[in-house]
């Protein structure tokens, strides 16, 4: 076995280790996002109590519920997204770096990097929007 033949081995791998550990953590990410919030986000069949204060109650609740429910599955919804954009990103420098890419190239890639972790990660836009907080 020459070197090249090595290194082209060593290149697929890392390639295929990074997607299948980006795949891998989108799984368990969605089986954990299903755990927590019971299944399908539906609303549940219209059984509440008869007594009018207590059924407005009720479903206040529920809709509570759900609201919450789908804020936790679009919370974990972006987190995978993010996680396979950086991970994406990041095999795309690393295969640039061993083509030879310029210097402006690659610190281009970590601009965009830095702007997701910036805008997701720590939430930076938020700083300027009014009645907003962290």
């Not at 060593?10 to 799984?27: D, E, L």
Request: negative net charge; glycine residues 8%; proline residues 2%.
């Amino acid at each position: 076995m020459d070197s090249t033949t090595i290194f082209v081995a060593v290149v697929v791998f890392i390639v295929m280790s990074i997607i299948g550990g980006g795949i891998t953590i989108a799984v368990v990410l969605y089986q954990f996002n299903l755990l927590i919030s019971g299944g399908a986000l539906v609303v549940p069949p219209d059984t509440g109590p008869e007594d009018a204060m207590e059924r407005i109650a009720w479903k206040k609740e529920r809709d509570d519920k759900l609201a919450s429910k789908t804020r936790l599955s679009g919370a974990y919804r972006t987190g995978v997204m993010v996680l396979l954009w950086l991970a994406l990103l990041t095999a795309i420098e690393f295969v640039a770096s061993m083509i030879g890419v310029s210097t402006v190239a690659m610190f281009l890639i970590a601009f965009i990097k830095a702007a997701i972790i910036l805008q997701f990660f720590m939430h930076v836009s938020s700083l300027w929007l009014e009645g907003e907080s962290h």
